[in-house]
Each structure stands twice: as structure tokens, then as C-alpha cells.
């Protein structure tokens, strides 16, 4: 276990009063700023540092981040220099710009991401060194705000192979070992190397972050974890919110968003925030990486943004109650991997469009920082859950399977499902949370009102089952779809002797694989849905309404437990509609089945590219729209009230605002405050 120091309240109160505009990432009920990344690194000089920090002062971006390489600090001896690095937090002080120090020990120089295992003690000692000499060398300056103590945890699942790791999974294992066999004397699998890593991020975490409060005690400690899509099983964010004093994430189109087509960006920017909200709880987050510019050769998929992504990208974010932005990178690095790209600046050091669009977008916040300090999503109650053990048990079943032919049996069906849902609700402007099952609130005494979707997470850990249960007795809608609670969290079929099926409303008699998707009709809709992979046939109990059957199959149950109710679809609808491309019966059948409160802003009808995102701060609404799509939209507004006036805080288009009607142009973001 490791221990973090707590700071004397004097120093914590010393590192707020030094911080001037930009505490908005230690408080939740300060301005947002947007920033960007300044690469250091030899061969720059002294003035063109200095340069790139007035860029950021008069482009209104107070904010950056730098990487604090121990390979540019000390020398083949052991001879340590920081004056490369002097130069840049001298810059912040001269011109009013906050730094975030990103520690980065000595790595290979084409190491991009930096290492997230210790290979050794004496390198985890090495590391101790690093951080006693950086953060004590650079703690004296006004113009440090905080630390980031490991660039982009997570590893895509791999443990690493070296002694250090070797030995502390050992240990783990020797107190943490499962059984072999469950209850009912069924062997299973241990997970032991996911449990594991969950459990090392968080003790590295923890363990960089008080090595750095010994030094620097009361100074904010930030991280951003990266490739949420793919990697959110290993973080424990609940766990981090007790050393951290903010969390954020990378958002790169170029490397995370894989899941997503490039008309989809801005809606994969929003996904990612909503699970960095959920996960940051009580504590405030930012975007600690957006792609700022160009990438060549690194990357999965190579683009420019253009000024109006980066916009959409900036006012999602921001409406996702994030207190700020910053772009990776404000100057392009000139060697090593990345060489050339991701830069807001051209080679002249000349801000480019984005750079342009982006220092609007700061404007407009700060403009109307009143409102964007106290800001708060305005929400439906809507909530999708994912289960980081449905994300174990889909990879370790499928066991290195590709079927390039099946997506349902690829590795993040479950994910793109939830995506799905999420997608299919906002074309119709329906605001949804995104949580891991462990993050959501079981303990109320009463739900109504509430929706919990359960979209294809396979795997349901018993520890859940009494929960969900409660959920929906004390008044919530739960709507579960495709193989949702096929398995326990040890990949233990529970079909034979089915936990839910008193709440779901019957069991499972089978599920009938597909391999061509096909149609899903539902009794109440005239248009029939989407469908892959699996279709699950119902054997229902006595108080289970049908809604879907086929011939004299059932598909589908409506089923009242308690004060709530359950939608039970066991076939992928949400996977379905994402295959076909076509959210629109989803959003409908979703529309016509969520139980939303009528205060709810929504759009009046379903429009597939539209964005919207609604914050309220006390009573004034803030409306984010943007739209995807390759014509002008006119969209009408649900759940304002008749006596509110929109005024027009941000377009960069021809948008125009007449009562509760919006007119959007394409690829345009328009915000609007409702007073």
C-alpha cells in the first residue's frame, strides 16, 4: 500500500493564491480556460520559447502543459541541467501562463507515450531521484500551476515482462488468488491479470503522486488516461479521485477514436467526456489532450482538423462540465517520432486557422465566464452503463478470435453498442450519462425518474445483481439489451438457473446466432429495427408483456417489477443500428420508451448529425449545438420555457436563432444562452 502525505492547509491555500485565472481545474466552480501544449526540447532557443508563450497570451490560452524529459535534464555522467526547461517557466512568468509539469523519467528517445511499469527497484529508485530533482528544482516558480505524474496510463491490457512487475503480480496473486472453482463447484477462469492491472495503475498512480507531495506537498496532481474506448476496464477511476486533484483524458481523433467515423469525431469527443464526467465525480476534469493539428506518419488515421472541428471539439468538451482544454501541441517537436506534426502553429511559429478558431472559442468562454464557472449538465437521467468485467470476458472468450466478418464477435462489441445508444439518443437531443456500473448511485431511496440502458454488456458480476434489482423496484426503467447477463463476472454461463429472471420478466430459451444482420419489429412501432449477431428467444413469465416476437417466438418483453419496469430486448439492437448505419428506428423506439422529465431540453424530432448539449447554471440554460450533417438543419427546441430569450454567445457560421427554432449550417457549432 503506499501512503500519500497530506499537505499542511497553508500550503494548499500558498499553491490557489499563486495560481491567479487558472485554479478553474481545482475547483468545479471556476472559469474553464483552453491551452496548449508546449514542446521543449534541445536545440530550441531561449527566445523562440519565449515566443510560443506569448503566442499563448495573446491568443487568450493562459494554460499549458510541458513534458518534463529527464533525458533533456541530464547528461550520459549524471550531470543534471534544467536550464532548457528554466527558460519555458520563466516564459510563464513573464507572460501570465500556467504550466502542468508532466513528469517524464529517462525512456528511449522513441518512446512517444512514456513507460508505465517500473522494470526494476533500482529503477523505480531512479525514478524517486527524477521526480525529488525536478519537482524540488521547479516547485519555486509562480508560473508552475501543477503536475502530471505519468503521461496516458493504461497499456491495452499487457502486463508488463520485467523483474519488478513479475514479482508484485506474484505477491498480488499470493493474497488475491480466486478460488477455482465457484459456489456451485463450476471451474472458471481468475481474471487475475486484469484484477491485476487495475490494481497497478492505481498503486503507481498513487505512488507517483506522493512521491511528488513529498516535496511539493498541496500541489495539484493530474493525469490523463488515454484510448478510453478500448482501455476504460483498467482504470478504477472511483480510486483515483482519493490522490488526485483533477482527472482528464486524451481525446486524438487520429489515435483513439477507431470506434468512429470522421463524421462521428465529435460525437466520440463527447462519449470520451461523459466517461472522464462519470469517472472524475465529485473532483473536476479537463481535456488534457485534443489534437491540435496534422499528423504524417504517427497515428492510425491520419488528418488535419479543420477550424470547425476544432471547435466542436472545444464546446462539447466544455458542456461536458470539463474546466478546460488543452491541444497537443502548440509547436511542433523538430525530432524523433511526431517530428513535424500535431502543431496549432505553422513552421513560421504563425497561429493557423485552428489556432485562430480555438483562441474564438476562448474568448467566448471568457466572455461569459460567469456562467461556464457554476455550469452543470442538464440532465435526463438517462444513464449507460458498461461493466469492465463484460469488457474481460468478451476478449478473453473470443481468445485471440478476429472475425472480420461478425462484429458482435469482435473485441468491443459491447462498447459499440453503448456508443449506439448513445448516438441514437442524441439525434434526438436526449442528453445520456456514461458510467461504469460501479460509478452509478445504488443507494437512493427512490429512482423514479431514472433510466438505467444495460447495451450488450455480457458479463453481470453477482455483486450487482441485488442492485439492479433494487433499481427498478424502487421506481427506475432499466432497458437491457442483446446477451446482457449471459455471464457471471468468471465468464460462468447463468442461462441454466437465469438471477433475473424475476426482474427481467422470464428466461432465456436460446439465442440464435445470424450471420447476416436483419429485422427487429417491435409491436408499437411502425418501422422495424436493426439487428445483429445473436436473436434471444423469451420465455416469459407471468407478469411479462410481449413487444417484439417473431412467428411464435417471443423477442422482446415489457415487464413491471415493483414501482418500475423492465424493457427486455435480447438481440443487438444498438450494434444493429450502428452496422446499418441508420440510428433513426433506434432513436424512435428509444423516444417513444424513455421515461425523460419534460424539463428535459430535447429536439422536437429525430436528426441524424445534430449534436446538442444543454448545461444549466442556476436558472439559465446553455444550449451547444452542432451539426455533422451536409445540409443547413432547422431543429425546434422541446422542454424550454415559453418566457426564455436565446442570445447568441458563439457561431461560426450562419446559424440563427428565432424563439425555440435553430437554424444550423453544416459543420457549424452555434451556443446559445436561454435567460
Not at 49 to 57: A, S, Y
Not at 216 to 227: E, Y
Request: a negative charge; hydrophobic letters at 40%; aromatic letters at 12%.
Amino acid at each position: 500500500m503506499f501512503r500519500l502525505h497530506k499537505a499542511p492547509l497553508v500550503s494548499l491555500l500558498q499553491v490557489m493564491a499563486c495560481s491567479c485565472m487558472v485554479f478553474g481545474q481545482v475547483h468545479r466552480d471556476e472559469r474553464p480556460v483552453i491551452g496548449a501544449e508546449i514542446f521543449i526540447e534541445p536545440g530550441q532557443t531561449r527566445a523562440e520559447i519565449d515566443g510560443w508563450f506569448r503566442t499563448l497570451k495573446e491568443s487568450g490560452m493562459p494554460l499549458t502543459r510541458i513534458r518534463m524529459f529527464e533525458r533533456y535534464m541530464k547528461d550520459s555522467a549524471g550531470n543534471w541541467d534544467f536550464q532548457l526547461f528554466d527558460w519555458a517557466f520563466e516564459s510563464g512568468e513573464r507572460h501570465g501562463i500556467k504550466i502542468y509539469g508532466n513528469l517524464f523519467p529517462d525512456t528511449p528517445f522513441d518512446d512517444v507515450g512514456g513507460f508505465k511499469f517500473p522494470r526494476t527497484d533500482q529503477h523505480l529508485a531512479e525514478i524517486a531521484d527524477y521526480i525529488e530533482r525536478t519537482v524540488t528544482h521547479f516547485r519555486r516558480y509562480r508560473s508552475l500551476y501543477g503536475w502530471v505524474p505519468v503521461n496516458e496510463p493504461g497499456v491495452g491490457g499487457k502486463l508488463d515482462q520485467h523483474p519488478f512487475t513479475e514479482r508484485r503480480f506474484s505477491e498480488w496473486k499470493a493474497t488475491h488468488q480466486p478460488a477455482t472453482y465457484d459456489a456451485n463447484g463450476f471451474e472458471h477462469f481468475d481474471f487475475a491479470q486484469e484484477k491485476f492491472l487495475l490494481h497497478h495503475n492505481s498503486w503507481f498512480l498513487g505512488w507517483l503522486t506522493n512521491e511528488i507531495h513529498r516535496h511539493d506537498p498541496g500541489r495539484p496532481v493530474h493525469v490523463n488516461n488515454h484510448d478510453l474506448f478500448r482501455n476504460v476496464a483498467e482504470y478504477d477511476f472511483p480510486a483515483w479521485r482519493e490522490f488526485l486533484t483533477s482527472l482528464g483524458g486524451s481525446a486524438h481523433a487520429s489515435w483513439h477514436f477507431g470506434y468512429f467515423k470522421p463524421s462521428q469525431y465529435a460525437l466520440a469527443v463527447d462519449a470520451n467526456s461523459e466517461i472522464i464526467r462519470s469517472g472524475a465525480g465529485t473532483i473536476p476534469w479537463l481535456m488534457t489532450e485534443l489534437q491540435g493539428g496534422n499528423n504524417t506518419y504517427s497515428g492510425y488515421d491520419p488528418l488535419c482538423p479543420t477550424p470547425e472541428e476544432i471547435a466542436q471539439w472545444l464546446w462539447v468538451t466544455t458542456a461536458g462540465e470539463s474546466k478546460g482544454s488543452i491541444f497537443w501541441c502548440l509547436n511542433p517537436r523538430l525530432s524523433g517520432i511526431e517530428a513535424g506534426e500535431w502543431a496549432l502553429l505553422d513552421f513560421q511559429d504563425r497561429p493557423t486557422d485552428r489556432m485562430r478558431s480555438a483562441s474564438a472559442v476562448a474568448k467566448a468562454i471568457d466572455d461569459h465566464g460567469d456562467f461556464f464557472a457554476k455550469a452543470r449538465v442538464l440532465e435526463s437521467g438517462v444513464n449507460l452503463l458498461y461493466i469492465r468485467e463484460s469488457m474481460w470476458v468478451e476478449k478473453k472468450l473470443l481468445n485471440g478470435i478476429q472475425d472480420d466478418h461478425n462484429v458482435a464477435r469482435q473485441p468491443g462489441a459491447g462498447m459499440k453498442s453503448l456508443l449506439a445508444y448513445h448516438e441514437a439518443l442524441m439525434q434526438g437531443g436526449m442528453q445520456s450519462n456514461i458510467q461504469e456500473i460501479g460509478e452509478f448511485d445504488f443507494s437512493k431511496a427512490n429512482y423514479k425518474g431514472s433510466v438505467v440502458i444495460l447495451p450488450h454488456q455480457i458479463a453481470i458480476p453477482g455483486r450487482y445483481r441485488q442492485s439492479i434489482k433494487d433499481f427498478v423496484n424502487k421506481g427506475g426503467q432499466l432497458i437491457v439489451d442483446g446477451l446482457t447477463g449471459f455471464y457471471d463476472e468468471n465468464a460462468i454461463t447463468v442461462m441454466r438457473d437465469f438471477p433475473f429472471a424475476d426482474v427481467f420478466g422470464g428466461e432465456i430459451k436460446e439465442f440464435r446466432f445470424r450471420k447476416e444482420s436483419f429485422r427487429y419489429g417491435m409491436h408499437q412501432q411502425a418501422d422495424s429495427l436493426d439487428a445483429t449477431g445473436w436473436m434471444g428467444l423469451i420465455l416469459p413469465g407471468p407478469a411479462a408483456q410481449t413487444i417484439a416476437s417473431e412467428g411464435d417466438g417471443i423477442l422482446g418483453v415489457k415487464t413491471a417489477f415493483g414501482t418500475g419496469e423492465v424493457i427486455w430486448i435480447p438481440t443487438l439492437l444498438g450494434l444493429g443500428a450502428r452496422i446499418a448505419d441508420d440510428l433513426k428506428p433506434l432513436g424512435l423506439f428509444l423516444e417513444n420508451t424513455v421515461k425523460i422529465p419534460e424539463t428535459s431540453v430535447r429536439f422536437a424530432g429525430h436528426h441524424p448529425g445534430m449534436l446538442l448539449k444543454t448545461m444549466q447554471n442556476g436558472n439559465d440554460l446553455g444550449t451547444v449545438l452542432v451539426n455533422k450533417g451536409t445540409s443547413v438543419t432547422q431543429v425546434r427546441l422541446e422542454g424550454l420555457d415559453k418566457e426564455r430569450k436565446g442570445k447568441v454567445i458563439f457561431k461560426n457560421k450562419g446559424g440563427k436563432v428565432d424563439g425555440s427554432w435553430i437554424s444550423v449550417d453544416p459543420e457549424e457549432t452555434i451556443v446559445v444562452l436561454w435567460q
